[in-house]
């Protein structure tokens, strides 16, 4: 199985290059050894050796990465990155998902990039050399701490947790879940409100809390999916001080940091589930032209060519409506915030539908760890949750739309 890419007339050229670097980077060297490098996903007796095995591989295939100058597409060419711009990133990720998991051999690992980005918007000099420079390095982990268990995560302005100024200190109060990367992470930007002298509610603010400052404690990885435990922590911050300096841009400046974080990640994403869904799609057809079922092959039944006809619509819908978006933000078209919600809403579902069309024709191999599917289900219907649900974009996509209409400002529904 490979990724087939030819160049995408119209498109810069450079934007053409990627894609094509990164197609013949993930067809020769990461496809072919998906099972060696992934081999925890395979749910067969994985021995320590085995895991050994995998890590001195996946090591190997990131220098090659480097020489091969596809490292980090998120960042700029002064942290060691590709210094892309914002549409040939989102044409990259398209093509690096197809092979899934292989985004953390480019140096792309959420929590972490996504923190490496409002480290470098939002950051002071001296920040950027004390946790951004080893986190593009890889000597530390992090995480982002936002959502609470007690409060609504998609209401951000419920947030409860508190940072209150003592001096030339922040002292950190709150309840936290759903912290990515909680277990490996060495800090966490932590999403208070901060609290100076009287005030009473404080102002929504991001703050860097290294993960072993006392009162910081990981309660668990919460399980999920059926699995006991997952990188994704329980958190409880008590008392926990830290120094002034450790705030993330200004006091008042968390939202709007988180916004910028979460939108770019979304587009991102949504191009990682399109990359997925191409490979979900061509194993279902592959599979279509070979399985034989009451004397004839799958892809001569009906029902069948319907899972086929339909998902193909479901791809090219998500893809043109993921591209539009980005080329809307690369342009800096402020109206990039309802294609941003809808793409939100639509890709993941189609994602879905796609993945779960493909478990249905392989039968109950789809299901099986011997592919890759069932692990695309089950993120495909998390992808609904994470980023804001649903129904919080569908929301802003109508307040965006039914705001236009009443004030009569211009609506190009073409643009
Ligand atoms: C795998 C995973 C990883 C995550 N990683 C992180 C992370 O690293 N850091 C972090 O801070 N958070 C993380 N999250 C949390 C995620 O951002 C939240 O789950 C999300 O914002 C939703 O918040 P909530 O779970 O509190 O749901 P709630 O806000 O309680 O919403 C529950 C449901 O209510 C409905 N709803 C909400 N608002 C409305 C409305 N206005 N109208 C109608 N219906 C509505 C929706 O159906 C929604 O699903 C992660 C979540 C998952 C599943």
């Known amino acids: 199985m490979a990724i087939s890419v030819s160049p995408i007339p119209g498109l810069p050229d450079h934007v053409n290059d990627v894609r094509r670097r990164t197609a013949d980077f993930i067809n020769n060297e990461i496809l072919p050894r998906e099972t060696e490098l992934f081999v925890s996903r395979r749910g067969t007796t994985v ?23 596809l490292w980090a597409p998120h960042l700029p060419a002064e942290y060691g990155g590709m210094g892309l711009d914002f549409l040939a990133h989102a044409y990259m990720n398209e093509i690096l998902a197809y092979a899934l998991g292989a985004a953390s051999l480019f140096g792309v690992v959420a929590p972490n990039s996504g923190n490496q980005k409002i ?9 950027k050399r004390q946790w951004l420079l080893p986190l593009v390095e890889g000597t530390l982990q992090s995480g982002f701490s936002m959502t609470e268990p007690d409060v609504a995560g998609s209401d951000p302005r419920a947030l409860r947790a508190t940072a209150t100024k003592d001096g030339d200190e922040w002292v950190l109060n709150g309840h936290k879940w759903f912290t990515s990367n909680g277990l490996e992470a060495d800090f966490f930007i932590v999403m208070a409100r901060a609290v100076e002298g009287d005030e009473e509610k404080g102002r929504m603010s991001q703050f860097i ?11 668990r990885g919460i399980g999920i999916w059926g699995h006991h435990q997952s990188d994704h922590c329980e958190v409880k911050y008590t008392n926990v001080r830290i120094p002034a300096e450790n705030i993330l841009g200004h006091v008042g400046q968390g939202h709007e940091a988180a916004q910028e974080r979460l939108g770019a990640g ?71 915030r309802t294609e941003i919600s809808a793409l939100k809403v639509y890709v993941p579902a189609a994602f879905h539908r796609v993945v779960d069309r493909a478990i249905q024709v392989w039968g109950a191999a789809g299901v ?26 569908r929301i802003l996509i109508a307040k965006n739309i039914i705001h236009h209409y009443e004030t009569g400002e211009s609506w190009d529904f073409a643009t």
């Open 47 to 69: 021995t320590d050796e085995m895991k050994t095995a995998a890590s001195a591989a996946r090591e190997e295939v990131r220098q090659k990465v480097k020489a091969a100058g």
């Open 266 to 336: 979304r587009v991102f994403h949504c191009m990682n589930s399109v990359g997925q869904m191409w490979r979900a799609f061509d194993l279902m057809v592959e599979r279509s032209l070979s399985r034989e079922v009451h004397g004839g092959l799958l892809k001569d039944q009906q029902m069948i060519q319907g899972f086929i006809a339909d998902s193909y619509i479901d791809l090219q819908t998500a893809r043109l409506l993921t591209i539009r978006a980005a080329e809307m933000i690369d342009r800096g078209d402020p109206r990039a």
């Open 209 to 219: 809390v290294p993960t072993d400052t006392p009162g910081v404690e990981i309660v």
């Open 368 to 393: 099986s760890n011997d592919l890759p599917l069932a692990q695309m289900y089950l993120g495909a219907r998390t992808l609904r949750l994470a980023d804001g649900p649903d129904e919080v974009h």
């Open 119 to 127: 480290l470098l918007k939002y950051g002071t000099e001296e920040q």
